[in-house]
């Protein structure tokens, strides 16, 4: 099923403005324990990656098994904000011993 990368963006937007100020509601930041819920719920992405950033930033990839996938980033405070999105998500295997 191909979902329009605007859509999560959509979602957390409505999400964000039932919680925050209007002008915080604009962006798809928020906090990052009802950003997980909805990428759960919504879409059935769950954690397949996560590595460290800037300093105390935490970029992870949440992925479902039909494919859709969400980054998002994670600032020190506990707020997250949605990155890319997109389809047709793959886990790769490293062979030991091959470079690629």
Known sequence: ???SSLAP???LAALTAI???PASA???CGPREQL???LASQYKEDP???GLSQPGQILEV???SNGSWTMIMTMPDGKACMIAAGDNWEMVT???GNPV
């Open 1 to 3: 099923m191909v979902r």
């Open 9 to 11: 963006l959509a979602a």
């Open 19 to 21: 919680a925050a100020s």
């Open 26 to 28: 604009q962006s798809a």
């Open 36 to 38: 997980v819920k909805l």
């Open 48 to 50: 397949v990656g996560m």
């Open 62 to 64: 949440f992925a479902s």
């Open 94 to 96: 490293k062979v030991k």
